[in-house]
């Protein structure tokens, strides 16, 4: 896949905004960093089955409340496209309706091509994740303003949430075993920490 990719470039070294757009869809983790592709592996069972818990729980809260449309990885959201191409994948993005300006499948896809950052991001951290990367990933979503990010961590069996503040993130709780996840973002959900790492 990175070769044909590599093919599509006007520059095999690097990826620009255009290649970007020729791309073919593709279910493999990645993101595009300084305009390299950057490959991950597979996220491991517990993640996904994270991931499932989380998507299910703050989907049925979204929906029922027609609040917005919830997306879950792969998915890019691009940081920015000069001087060098730069696109993030986290776990789970919120899109209120307001933000979108508009309801449905097509505002979502209009707001996207306009490059509309999302209301909350997820990330489910890895054991692997280390501290410089997370930061790097965190400053640029604050670089497009994203307002609400949550850190999920199963080894800790903590969610921290944390808002953005003066273009950088500030925590706002932080929530162990049995305590319910405030958020701005979604300010009625009824989500705790043994939801998401439900086993």
């Known amino acids: 896949m990175a070769v044909k990719f590599a093919e599509l470039a006007a520059d095999p070294g690097e990826i620009t905004f255009e290649d970007y757009l020729k791309m073919p869809e593709m279910m493999e983790r990645h993101e595009i960093i300084e305009g390299v592709l950057n490959m991950s592996p597979a996220p491991s069972d517990d993640h996904q089955l994270d991931l499932s818990e989380l998507n299910d729980r703050v989907k049925s809260y979204v929906r029922s409340n027609d609040l917005g449309i919830v997306l ?5 959201v691009t940081i920015r496209k000069l001087p060098k191409l730069n696109t993030r994948q986290p776990d789970l993005a919120f899109f209120s309706w307001a933000t979108l300006g508009g309801k449905g499948r097509e505002a979502l896809r209009e707001a996207r091509e306009r490059g509309v950052a999302p209301d909350l991001v997820v990330e489910i951290l890895s054991p692997e994740e280390t501290k410089r990367y997370l930061d790097l990933k965190l400053t640029d979503y604050a670089s497009i303003g994203i307002p609400e990010t949550w850190l999920a961590n199963r080894e800790a069996m903590t969610v921290e949430v944390m808002r953005l503040q003066s273009g950088v993130y500030v925590r706002t ?13 979604l300010p009625g959900l009824a989500i705790t920490i043994d939801d998401i790492f439900a086993s």
Not at 72 to 76: G, I, L, S, T
Not at 173 to 185: D, F, K, M
Request: no cysteine.
């Open 173 to 185: 709780g932080l929530y162990g075993r049995g305590t319910r996840i405030v958020s701005q973002a």
């Open 72 to 76: 879950f990885a792969p998915m890019d």
